[in-house]
């Protein structure tokens, strides 16, 4: 009775988190490509020990990529930080290129054999669904689901004992680019089958940016197996895009609390890593929690009281 006394009087002064009834429980990560970002005096109050870094899938074939993960990994280190990386890709060879999987089995190893005691996980393509930005022989349709699947295989195959995020999606503005998605996780779920995916990536800006929640469930309902394990490994506020958004930093703020809301309803969310720390002002994307001058933008206390 006293230690049920004593974790009352904890849980009403706000010195023990307790979730609230039916909500989720998850665990918040960020995502940047800056190592600097750990060095940065308003790092630490974010409190996450999770971060997660995208690096082309042949980087080991390329000395400057090399050189540049090894930076971040060590900084990474410096704040006893876990690294999720996700492979993406070409950076400086052909970026519409598509591997074979068996090109693409080689490149991993290689990566993991160099940088495996720095990793707890690794996703199979960032990004994968958004033909905006991958290969087309990836990114389209059932064809694409499947060659996914069989460069998921490859990478949990070489990297044996690592989590593997077997798919990486974006969600989708619309309800036919959303209803893609789905069909394209769907598929990608009945090829990669043999090789039992648990843990799936979602990219949800279209919901957290929007004040909704449609697509996240939508997705997650018909795309992903009912007891999958989902990370959303890149959501958050956008500060400025395109036109789209322009700049608002109050939106941004409004955003990564929904943004929280959201991995709170949705039960099979099981991390949530926000992007990004370093603010890209003037540039086309922006969603930086803090400017860059490096002071904290709104949307960083918001992240730092989990957005309460």
Known sequence: MRRIALLASLAATGLLAVPATGQAAFTTGIGDQQPSM???PFFPA?????????????????????????????AAKSRNAKVLVAF???RFGKKSAAPSPAAYGKAVAKFHAAFKSQVEAYQTWNEINHCGSQPAALCKGATGAKRAAALFKELKKRAKGKTIVAVDLLDGNNAKAYRGTAAYAKNFVKFAKSSKPTVFGLHNYSDTNRSSA????????????????????????IAQFGGSFPFDLQRQARSVKQAFKIAGQVKQIKRLYLYNWTANEGGRFDSGLVDASGNPRPAYTVAVKRGK
């Open 214 to 237: 449609t697509r996240t469930k939508f997705i997650v309902k018909n795309g992903l197996p009912k007891n999958a394990k989902v990370w959303v490994t890149e959501t958050g506020g």
């Open 46 to 74: 974010l409190k996450v020990t999770h971060v997660r870094y995208i690096v082309s899938w042949d980087a080991m074939n390329h000395p400057q990529e090399v050189r540049e993960v090894a930076t971040f990994m060590a």
């Open 38 to 40: 750990f060095s940065s």
């Open 88 to 90: 993406n890709h070409s």
